[in-house]
């Protein structure tokens, strides 16, 4: 999965961001279902219980077109682990988030000292 943005490369909140994980047992649901009532959500939770997997969706939204522009940038996914596990049973599930944002701006402006006051 891969959110990004449609700004223009030099823009200061251009950048991507990637959900992750190594685990070889995935589903995913990239982009959820769009629509102006809560429909993405609710397709999402009854596929999630009735199959305990996640598939692509294989339409943008269940409202016609013309969409206003803010609901075309509306981006909402999900990525999940599959295991089964047993009463009791523990495990780890490693999730990795990447991002990049080349045109941020430091915000630190380069000073990242603590005063005195807080210093250990």
Not at 55 to 62: A, G, L, W
Not at 71 to 88: E, K, N
Request: hydrophobic letters at 35%; charged letters at 25%; one cysteine or more.
């Amino acid at each position: 999965m891969r959110f990004g943005s449609d700004l223009p490369d030099d823009d200061t909140r251009h950048g991507t961001a990637v959900p992750a994980t190594a685990d070889p047992d995935t589903t995913a649901k990239p982009q959820w279902l769009s629509g102006f009532w809560q429909d993405g959500v609710q397709v999402f939770w009854d596929e999630l219980c009735s199959t305990g997997r996640l598939t692509p969706e294989t339409r943008f939204s269940i409202d016609e077109p013309p969409y206003p522009d803010w609901f075309t940038r509306l981006r909402v996914g999900s990525l999940g682990i599959a295991h089964r596990l047993a009463p009791g049973e523990g495990r780890d599930f490693e999730f990795l988030l990447s991002w990049h944002f080349p045109n941020r701006p430091r915000a630190w402006q380069g000073n990242i000292n603590l005063d005195n006051n807080h210093a250990g």
